[in-house]
């Protein structure tokens, strides 16, 4: 069955700060079934779910607020706000820099789903590209799981590849009984040489982001893989090489006319 299609409205962020209500118009004229909030502007977290409740839509899930060992209680309350159940985390590249750093970003995991749960809250993680580097072979990643047993993934599918070193099939594949949202995002996989520019000495990873198909991630494969227990499939852009509501709207299309979720139009 078809998963409703949402989209990450952290994507939107610019075109948020003058007119949040616009938006989320717009996202629910272009067909999405749910959203995903990453801050609240001007509305309260009851008027946010209102509005998009009215237009048809579903709050699946929110990034707001992160959650961290200071801020459980709020955490807690705006969640209880939006009716979810789930809150997230997400961390730095330095929480996951060698083995010790790992099993500090650990331990916080653990000591925070374990007040969330006794709250009646699933605790899950969004991922970005360094939790997808390798330590002697093994992915940092899979040893942070290990540690941290409890803790449910929301897998951000583009940055799971560490910029093309790792196919993303695989990886979902490899946390599939862990993943309860997927992130999609579309673009270059691996920068071209030419491309490349270093920074302080350091090689800038930023690479090109695209609307969804017509980039290099394997979707259809992704979609094909997709456990059961996913309740949305999430559309987030950070960036785009074009306007970013034209890549949204295209994104829907590119998902809808695909077969590869579900909209309400």
């Known amino acids: 069955m078809l998963k409703p299609l949402s989209v990450q409205l952290y994507s939107l962020r610019e075109e948020a700060k003058e007119d949040f209500v616009g938006v989320i118009k717009r996202v629910a004229e272009m067909g999405y079934m749910g959203v995903e909030p990453a801050g609240f502007f001007d509305l309260s977290p009851i008027e946010f779910k209102k509005i998009v409740e009215d237009l048809g839509m579903k709050v699946y899930s929110a990034h707001s607020p992160w959650a961290r060992p200071n801020c459980l209680d709020e955490a807690m309350e705006q969640a209880k706000m939006l009716d979810l159940k789930t809150i997230v985390c997400g961390y730095g590249p330095d929480d996951f820099l060698d083995m010790d750093a790992i099993k500090r970003t650990a331990e916080t995991t653990n000591k925070m789903e374990e007040v969330l749960s006794k709250n009646g809250f699933t605790l899950f993680q969004h991922n970005h590209s360094f939790e997808f580097a390798r330590i002697d072979g093994k992915l940092k990643y899979e040893t ?76 259809k494969g992704l979609i094909d893989v997709m456990p059961e227990q996913i309740e949305t499939v999430i559309v987030e852009l950070d960036y785009c090489n074009i306007d970013m509501f034209k890549a949204i709207e295209i994104s829907y299309k590119y998902m809808i006319e695909n077969g590869l979720a579900a909209g309400n139009k």
């Open 144 to 219: 942070y799981l290990e540690l941290a047993p409890n803790v449910k993934v929301q897998m951000d599918c583009f940055w799971s590849t560490n910029f093309g070193a790792e196919d993303a099939v695989e990886m979902l594949k490899k946390f599939s009984d862990r993943t309860i949202f997927l992130h999609i995002k579309d673009g270059l996989l691996k920068q071209k040489k030419q491309e490349q520019k270093m920074k302080d000495g350091i090689l800038d990873r930023k690479i090109e982001l695209r609307a969804l198909g017509t980039g290099e991630l394997d979707i």
